[in-house]
């Protein structure tokens, strides 16, 4: 049974810092290609980074030079550093993967900046 869950979110002013994490099981996570998505009230949820199996980042532009996605395979967790965070990035945050049989998402972690 996949399950991926995260924790790390809060309520921090613009300008702070906050380490998400994600904890996966259920899929062989080295392999795994893993994505941190958002979505805010009233908007599409969004790609924010994503991961590969080889550690390839890719980024949302909103996001290049602030977040940094990170990955340990011996712990099946895949992170997302988030520094110098404005309000615009108040979101819900959701991990998701990819297996064979379609896509798991977390049940997401709330981030709220305040201005």
């Known amino acids: 049974q996949v399950q991926l869950v995260e924790s790390g979110g809060g309520l921090v002013q613009a300008g702070g810092s906050l380490r998400l994490s994600c904890v996966a099981t259920g899929i062989l996570f080295r392999f795994s290609i893993l994505g941190w998505y958002r979505q805010a009230p009233g908007k599409q949820r969004e790609l924010v980074a994503q991961?590969?199996?080889?550690?390839?980042?890719t980024y949302a532009d909103s996001v290049k030079g602030r977040f940094t996605i990170s990955r340990d395979n011996a712990k099946n967790t895949v992170y997302l550093q988030m520094n110098n965070l404005k309000p615009e990035d108040t979101a819900v945050y959701y991990c998701k993967t990819r297996t064979s049989s379609g896509d798991y998402w977390g049940q997401g972690t709330q981030v709220t900046v305040s201005s």
């Open positions: 991961i590969t199996s080889g550690s390839t980042a």
